[in-house]
């Protein structure tokens, strides 16, 4: 199946780019504060990333990935990856596996319409194919 997965390919293309997650890592949808929602252009910058399902960390640069994985295998990384992150606690154990499910159809959605090889951008809930600069 397609999935995202962190890349440094197009690093820099960007003004603000950051990359703190590991090159090949499965990635999340990571939640947006209320900061980059309100003020996109001065906020933290989370509104722009994607978060590592291994690192815990960041990246604003995702790559469409054809990988062999089943989607019991996906969800099982999502699961484990939210529980060590914290977001996953037993007080809210009836959410998690909608929080699972919305998290494995979020990352469905945005990488099944795309080519292998696609690199893909966030700006808060919009993310779009991204084409690098020609060079010059
Ligand atoms: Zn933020």
Redesign the pocket.
Same mark, same amino acid.
């Given at each position: 199946m397609k999935v995202l997965v962190a890349t440094s390919r197009t690093q820099g293309d960007v003004e603000g780019d950051y990359s703190f997650c590991v090159p090949g890592e499965l990635l999340w949808i990571t939640m947006? $504060? %209320?900061? %980059?929602?309100l003020y996109p252009e001065r +906020? $933290? +910058? $989370? +509104?722009r +990333?994607f978060g590592g399902l291994t690192s815990h960390r960041a990246t604003t640069t995702a790559e469409v990935a054809e990988l062999d994985i089943t989607e019991t295998q996906l969800r099982l990384a999502v699961t484990t990856s939210l529980t060590d992150q914290g977001w996953l606690v037993p007080e809210t154990a009836e959410l998690h596996h909608e929080l699972v499910a919305e998290t494995v159809d979020l990352i469905h959605e945005i990488a099944e319409p795309l080519p292998a090889g696609t690199i893909v951008r966030r700006w808060i809930d919009d993310f779009h194919a991204f084409q690098p600069p020609a060079p010059r």
């Open positions: 947006v $504060c %209320d900061t %980059d929602r +906020g $933290c +910058g $989370c +509104g +990333g």
